[in-house]
């Protein structure tokens, strides 16, 4: 017989794209609103990578990370990208930017060997989640570092990133030990 196992919880952490400061603080609001306290925020970085969100959130966005104190089953990762795509929806109504996304609300899940990421696109590295959603493994935990696939978005590799990611790992760590 097989001896079956539960995945341990991990780290919801949701990347917010704004238009603005006003757009960010309002999508911080939303998430905290909806998924709880946050244990850390990071500094606020310009989005500058690509201009692949131009046309739906501005030419001058901004990128904000949150992490939440509470720590979330993986099988959750789709259940929550459909809530943050539905609390997007509803900050492009109370916001009334003359913008199709003004704010871009990017859950996933830092366990303590990578960080995934929940998306709405199928590709050649993403897994089907279910309730139509993927996911990918964008950043590896190896040799005490963060490292970027092949794939890896671009903001992503950087190291003002990976501090942050690393905080929130080290959280985990922690409150994974605490529950033994």
Avoid at 5 to 16: F, T, W, Y
Avoid at 35 to 44: E, M, P, Q, R
Avoid at 75 to 93: F, M, P, R, S
Avoid at 117 to 131: P, Q
Wanted: hydrophobic share 35%; aromatic share 12%.
């Amino acid at each position: 017989m097989w001896d079956l196992k539960d995945p341990k919880p991990a780290k919801l952490i949701i990347g917010i794209l704004a238009a603005d400061r006003n757009c960010l603080h309002a999508g911080i609001e939303a998430v905290i609103d909806k998924f709880g306290k946050t244990d850390y925020t990071s500094d606020v970085w310009p989005f500058e990578k690509t201009d692949y969100y131009k046309d739906q959130t501005g030419p001058r966005i901004q990128r904000q990370f949150v992490s939440f104190e509470r720590l979330v089953g993986l099988g959750k990762l789709a259940k929550i990208k459909h809530q943050t795509n539905k609390l997007e929806q509803k900050l492009v109504k109370s916001l009334g930017v003359p913008l199709p996304r003004p704010v871009n609300l990017d859950p996933g899940l830092i366990a303590p060997a990578k960080l995934i990421l929940a998306t709405t696109k199928d590709y050649s590295h993403r897994i089907y989640i279910g309730k139509k959603m993927y996911a990918e493994v964008t950043l590896i935990f190896d040799k005490g570092r963060w490292q970027p696939c092949d794939h890896t978005y671009p903001d992503y590799r950087q190291q003002c990133y990976y501090r942050f990611f690393d905080k929130v790992r080290t959280r985990l760590l922690e409150q994974l030990k605490s529950q033994r």
